[in-house]
């Protein structure tokens, strides 16, 4: 996508996505459509208030809570590839909508998990941080920067032992980040096996946070 057509779908208001009425990126109706995920274990999808990690999986985990907003399928896929591909802000603003019905530990602090940085490069932004922003506005919660991702973490060939190392390597905290004692929840697009949450996870817990909860967009 050129720079042009960027800053045009940025400005040119958007039909809804769903059903082409005028007027947003996707209307009223359509969002009440949206398949909501049940209260449940984010691992084992056992039922569970809030989305609290289960007393059985909380021994192989450094996640508190996983919520996601909706199911990722049909429009909700829409919105992502709008947020990653075209870099719409107005998607961003209209997930962190739903993100933003959960209710909130006041005394949390928002963080984006990053894209690789070489991803981010090509496109020239990173839609957890578009998300975080904009879920910020909407919930009055600090944000900030903490995890940093490192280099390409995919290799192709790369056994699933190997490739949990190379995740678990990629992330390191911002050097004078203030995360000691702190409740952070971590802020995603699209959930699928939680790896990439648990590393950044695992990596904050190391620094001293006193719980980690993720709000992703949707799960897979
Ligand atoms: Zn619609
Ligand atoms: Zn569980």
């Known amino acids: 996508m050129s720079i042009i057509d ?17 007027g947003g990126i996707i209307c009223t109706v ?4 949206f398949k909501l995920v049940p209260e449940r274990c984010y691992r084992c999808h056992r039922v569970s208030p809030a989305g609290r990690t289960c007393i059985v999986c909380r021994r192989q985990s450094h996640l508190y809570a996983v919520r996601a907003a909706t199911v990722y399928d049909g429009l909700a896929k829409d919105m992502v590839w709008r947020l990653k591909f075209h870099g719409v802000q107005e998607a961003a603003a209209m997930m962190a909508r739903q993100m933003a019905s959960f209710g909130f530990d006041e005394s949390a602090v928002l963080v984006p998990v ?16 578009l998300l975080a922003r904009e879920l910020g506005r909407q919930t009055g919660l600090p944000r900030a920067d903490y995890v940093r991702r490192s280099g390409q973490t995919h290799q192709v060939g790369a056994s699933r032992r190997e490739r949990q190392r190379q995740l678990q390597a990629a992330f390191r905290i911002k050097p004078g980040s203030t995360t000691r004692d702190q409740h952070i929840i971590l802020i995603d697009d699209v959930l699928t096996t939680g790896a990439t949450l648990e590393a950044a996870a695992r990596a904050l817990k190391q620094a001293g946070v006193r719980r980690v909860s993720a709000i992703v967009f949707a799960q897979a």
């Not at 990053?114 to 941080?129: C, E, I």
Request: hydrophobic share 25%; aromatic share 6%.
């Open 6 to 22: 960027k800053i045009i779908s940025n400005i040119v208001p958007h039909d809804c996505l769903g059903c082409g009425y005028e």
């Open 114 to 129: 990053p894209t690789a940085t070489r991803r981010v490069r090509n496109r020239g932004y990173d839609q957890a941080t």
């Open 30 to 33: 359509c969002v009440a459509n």
